[in-house]
Each structure stands twice: as C-alpha cells, then as structure tokens.
C-alpha cells in the first residue's frame, strides 16, 4: 500500500520510473546473453546489445533515441577520419559536450524530469573517454600510466563495436562508466571465473539485487513525507535539510546497485582474483557501507558515483597535469563536472560548496595531525565520542548542499538557505577563517615551521 501511494502521488515518477524501465530490464537482457549468447560470434553480441539497448531508449523517449544515434555514428566518424590526434580529441569532446549542453537549453524545466538528456550525459562520457583510449592507443607504452594502458585502444573500432559499446543494456541508461576495453573482453568470453563457461555471478548479481530493492523500500517509504517541494514549505523551517539525504540519495543509491548487479550477471563486472577470491566490483559505483558509515565528507564522495569520478580523474584532471597547480586542476574537473550535470545554477552552487568544504575538511585533518594534543584525543578512549560528534556534523551539512543539486533554481534553493539562516555557509567560512589560528594555538612552533619548509 505505501509502494502504491507513493506512486499515485506521483512521488516515482523522477528516476525511479527510469529504474522500472531501465535497471531490472537488464537482468532478463543478461540473462538471455548468458544462455544463449555466450559462445556466439562477436557480431552476434554486438547486434544483440545494440538492438536492446535501442529498445531500452525507445521505450523511454520514442523518436527521441535519434539524439543518441547522431552522436555515436559522429564520433565513429571522428576515429576513422581523423585517427589518432589532438584534434580528434578535442573535436570529439567539443562536439559531444556542445550537443548535450544544447539539450539541457533546450529541454530544461524547473522540475526533475525524465528526458532523453538523462542517459545522453552518460553516454557523452563513454564516448569522449572513446576518443580518448583510441588516442592513447598511439602512444609509447612508456609514455602511459597503468590504468591508460589498460584502457587503450590498439586499432579502430568498427561502427557495430561502437554501437554495441554504446548501447550495452548494462550501462546505456543510468551508467556505470566503463571502457571499450573491458566490453570487449566481455565480448571475447574473457570476464568470467571460469574460462570458456558464463561466469558464475548469479549470487553476487542476485545480492546487489536483493540491496538495491532494500534502498527501493526505503525511497518508496520517506519520499512522500519529504518530497522536494517539502523543503520550500513552512514546516521545513523548523527541520534541517539533512533529511533530504537520507530520502533522495536513496533514489541514486538504488540506481547503482541494480545496475551493478546488471553487469555483475553479464560478466562486466569480474575484477579478477584477489587473495584467492573472485570480485565482481568492477562496475561498482557504490560503497554503501562506506556511503552510509564514514564520518568524512571525502569518504561520502569517495563512495558515490565511483565510475563517474574515477573518469573525470582519469580523462580531466589527470590530463590537466601540465598545469602544475593541484587547485586550479580540482576546480576545473568540478566546472566540468557542474556543467555535465545541467546548466541550473543549483549545481553550481552544490559543486562549488563541495570544494568549499572539503578544503576546510583537509585543512581540519591536517590540524589533528599536526597537533600533539588533537592526535592524542584521536586515540585516546574519547574517540567514539569525537566519532559521534563528527558523524552528527557530517549528517548534518551532507544534505546542505545537495538542497541546491535537487532545486535547481535560484528562487528555490535561495528560499530554503534563507529559512535556515546559510548556517552551512556560516559555519564552514566560520572554520576556514579560524584555523589560521587553531594552528597556532595547537600546533609546536617548530612544526608549523617544518611545514612552511615542505
């Protein structure tokens, strides 16, 4: 009964109708590959996964799956015409970047919607990351990092193995992220525990499962007490914007894993063998212990969105080393992170105060490490007290910006901060401004000069 009101109320009618559609499809598509197709020719699979995936997006967004078919015939082009260049690189980014950010113009409401803008932003990635491995593949192997060796491309693509890539039904709609690599071993039979046989990952696929319709309960039990419009009433005036994440990031938490376990079952996501045990997290975009334990703002990001970071790292910021200035690099790769997400101002707002915040938090670390008296508390049997203190704090201000990421615009975000007073915003300038002097009140003399040297 609570499921079926929170339909009614139209509550599910953001990403979860994605997930009715899109995630559990996956499952029969996995396993149909398993039974039938694992042994088939490559050009069997390639059509199998291109056609179910066209499927998928037209179910979705009808005509609209057009958008998607001009941008990877366009950047099939871009490979085989202009090869492996600088140019091709950044045409192929500048192009697909332009295409979606025109779409966001072009499709933006004030609401959450589902659009066709939703899996296109996913598949801009793949498909930049494309050109990137394909320009990499020309480089001395000296001339790479470990995972670029992993990722790159040694000769063309065909169009049908961009196409199948493109469209994987176990990461078209919602991601995660992964290279044209990794498909084609899955393609090849060489992602499975046992060689030449489908791998055995119905359990880990059936348990990511059995959790992501766990995180459904809980979405489908808060989200009509506190919908996003909850947080531009009266009542919210007297509540914190905390509770915002324990309902909505539920919605993101349930995305991933029921993807995860999409890929898990189809063999994407073997990660090899360690300490004698097979692991099928290759395609992990949570950590949800992590996600729902750490006391850290750093460790809530490192657990979420894991593929998507792990690109941006890889494909921005990384790339940005010629710069030789760490800052300047994180804040570009966040800019391209805001703008990926939409032009609303909200996401500005949200990813400007996650730097904003994590910097105070480093700052915060270093602090406690540097001080003799701080590092002592840290060990001492106070700890689970400091623990739960930190945890409350980080509960507390995770949601706050994340207000702004769900509002989007600027007369709604700016009416809930108002109703709070900024108390996020005060309270971090607050603790930026005053570690100058907790550093000189708690850290040796002779540290803070160690320091300066460093």
Not at 68 to 74: E, F, H, R
Not at 128 to 142: I, M, R
Request: proline share 5%; with cysteine; glycine share 6%.
């Amino acid at each position: 009964m609570r499921i079926k009101r929170c339909i009614d109320n139209g509550w599910m009618d953001g990403s979860t109708n994605m997930f009715s559609c899109g995630s559990p499809a996956g499952y029969p598509c996995a396993l149909l590959y398993r039974r039938l197709l694992f042994h088939q020719p490559a050009t069997v699979i390639h059509l199998f996964h291109s056609f179910s995936g066209l499927a998928l997006a037209a179910f979705n967004f009808g005509s609209q799956l057009y958008h998607s078919v001009v941008c990877v015939l366009v950047q099939f082009l871009m490979l085989r015409l202009m090869g492996r260049t600088v140019t091709a690189v950044l045409s192929s980014f500048t192009f697909q970047m332009i295409y979606l950010l025109a779409g966001y113009y072009y499709t933006a409401t004030e609401e959450y919607d589902i659009k066709w803008t939703m899996p296109h932003c996913v598949l801009m990635l793949k498909l930049v990351g494309l050109s990137f491995d394909y320009y990499d593949g020309g480089k001395e192997p000296s001339q790479l990092s470990p995972e670029q060796k992993k990722a790159a491309l040694l000769s063309v693509p065909s169009l049908l193995e961009v196409c199948g890539f493109s469209y994987f039904y176990g990461g078209f709609l919602v991601g995660p992220q992964f290279t044209l690599r990794s498909y084609q071993r899955l393609v090849a039979g060489e992602l499975t525990d046992c060689p030449g046989k489908p791998p055995n990952s119905v359990v880990p696929a059936m348990k990511r499962f059995g959790l992501g319709f766990l995180c459904l309960l809980i979405y489908a039990i808060f989200s009509p007490y506190y919908p996003d419009s909850y947080y531009q009433t009266a009542e919210y005036e007297v509540r914190t914007a905390s509770v915002w994440r324990t309902d909505s990031t539920e919605q993101y938490v349930l995305r991933c894993v029921l993807q995860e376990g999409v890929c898990i079952l189809s063999g994407l996501g073997y990660n090899g063998v360690v300490d004698g045990k097979h692991q099928w997290d290759a395609c992990a975009n949570m950590k949800v212990w992590l996600f729902e334990t750490t006391p850290l703002f750093s460790g809530t990001i490192a657990s979420f969105n894991i593929n998507t970071n792990a690109w941006v790292a890889r494909h921005v910021f990384k790339r940005l080393k010629f710069l030789g200035n760490k800052p300047l690099s994180h804040v570009t790769s966040l800019f391209f992170l805001t703008i990926w997400h939409g032009l609303h101002s909200g996401y500005f707002l949200c990813f400007s105060m996650e730097f904003f915040i994590i910097t105070v938090e480093r700052q915060a670390q270093a602090l406690v490490r540097d001080s003799p008296l701080l590092t002592r508390l840290a060990s001492s049997p106070l700890y689970p007290f400091i623990y739960v203190v930190q945890q409350f704090i980080h509960w507390l201000f995770m949601g706050y910006p994340l207000v702004a990421f769900c509002l989007f615009t600027y007369d709604k975000w700016l009416k809930v901060y108002s109703s709070v007073y900024f108390c996020g915003h005060v309270f971090f300038l607050v603790a930026y401004l005053s570690m100058p002097y907790l550093r000189k009140a708690l850290v040796p003399k002779k540290e803070r000069k160690d320091k300066k040297q460093e």
